[in-house]
């Protein structure tokens, strides 16, 4: 089983929907969950970053974390066509100074207006 | 706002050549790390730099790879031999004591 698993669509929307975007995950290690976005050829920008598991609000995003069912998700609401991205999960596990990223394969959204 | 700087963007090398690839965390960061993506592939970690020395490093980070801070302010990865299959985007990131790692736009290697 891969360590972090993400559906990589493309998933397209009409502009005003809301986006559900989910990873799943096997090692029950990680603790630090982050969702990044990522333009064609450009680095990963940080939206959203959880610690162990709950739900987190900002603006129009929301990060769920449900560590039972190794389960992540972030929610867009009223999506924009400037929402239109690849956004990758990324986690890791509490272990001292190292805190390496573990990716899934990101999932290209088309927001269309 | 604070930001993590690459260069170059671009970088295109012969096979078997040396290339250095530079980056400048945000300043009062205190950890650095390298991750590369293939195309079309995850981003895959490297290597993770604290204190002066290599926290961890991946199966990817062979002999020919080594990362160096060769002053307060810049972090490099140097690949000595580059083959084909070095050809990726390598990005930079750092991060505090919060562990939330932010990162720099990225190199594209172009191994010939």
């Known amino acids: 089983q891969k360590e972090v698993e993400q559906d990589p669509g493309p998933l397209s929307v009409p502009e005003g929907a809301i986006v559900s975007l989910n990873c799943t995950y096997s090692?029950?290690?990680?603790?630090?969950f982050m969702w990044y976005r990522q333009y064609s050829r450009k680095g990963p920008e940080l939206l959203m970053y959880?610690?162990s598991s709950g739900n987190k609000e900002d603006g129009r995003f929301t990060a769920q974390v449900d560590k039972s069912s190794k389960y992540i998700s972030l929610f867009i609401r009223d999506s924009q066509p400037s929402d239109s991205a690849t956004y990758l999960c990324?986690?890791?596990?509490?272990?001292?100074?190292?805190?390496?990223?573990?990716w899934g394969l990101g999932t290209s959204l088309a927001v269309n207006p | 706002e604070p930001e993590v700087t690459q260069t170059p963007s671009h970088q295109v090398t012969q096979m078997g050549q040396e290339v250095i690839l530079r980056c400048v965390p945000i300043s009062n960061h205190l950890y650095f790390y390298w991750y590369r993506q293939i195309l079309g592939q995850k981003v895959e970690f490297l290597v993770s730099?604290?204190?002066?020395?290599?926290?961890?490093k991946s199966e990817i980070f062979d002999d020919q790879f080594s990362v160096e801070r060769p002053d307060g302010s810049n972090f490099t990865l140097k690949i000595r031999s580059t083959k084909l299959e070095d050809s990726a985007m390598y990005f930079c990131?750092?991060?505090?004591?919060?562990?939330?790692?932010?990162f720099g736009p990225g190199t594209r290697l172009t191994v010939l």
């Open positions: 090692n029950s290690a990680f603790q630090y």
């Open positions: 990131a750092s991060s505090g004591s919060s562990g939330v790692q932010f």
């Open positions: 990324a986690m890791s596990a509490v272990a001292g100074n190292n805190r390496k990223l573990i």
């Open positions: 730099f604290y204190n002066n020395e290599i926290s961890e």
């Open positions: 959880t610690y």
